[in-house]
């Protein structure tokens, strides 16, 4: 069976993303980023991320070549930050942006919900996609604030909050599955 990339795409964007931007440092040192909303966790014990990045990206050899990376996730007042590390120009991205180092040497964006500083554990082949796994060195989180979501082609953010319930749970506490 062929599958219509276009009915793909629209498919996959039923599923509500948060959006990041990954930073890492070239071989001079340069800072590079890119919008990315393939990131997911992957294990707990160790600590494991991923993200996937497309093959024809200019940045494809920076974090093939680098072995360390960061998660920037990104709050909802950050759209401009999204849309400017997803255009073509790499060298532009970083004008007038501020952003302060982490202990691997990878740039750190202000104002984020959350940065994951990490090394690169694998490298996967994924399609026309790699997939990098990073495991977690340092993080940082902020307690407040709402993420950048990405649905449907486009930018959201967060609604009112939904708390699951379950027959015969006397409690409001997420579900969560083992």
Known sequence: MTLDSRAFRNALGCFATGVTV???VTERGDPAGVTINSFSSVSL???LVLFCLGRLSQLYQPFIGSRVFAINVLAADQCALSVRFAAQDRRERWRGI?????DSGCPLLDGCLAHLDCTTEAVHEGGDHIILVGRVRH???NGSGKPLLFYR???AALGQPVTPSAP???TAEPLVAE
Request: no cysteine; aromatic share 16%; hydrophobic share 20%.
């Open 45 to 47: 014990d160790p600590p």
């Open 168 to 170: 015969g749970r006397d």
């Open 139 to 141: 993080l940082d989180w």
């Open 98 to 102: 501020a952003y302060h180092q982490s």
């Open 153 to 155: 082609g486009r930018y």
């Open 22 to 24: 990954v930073t890492t």
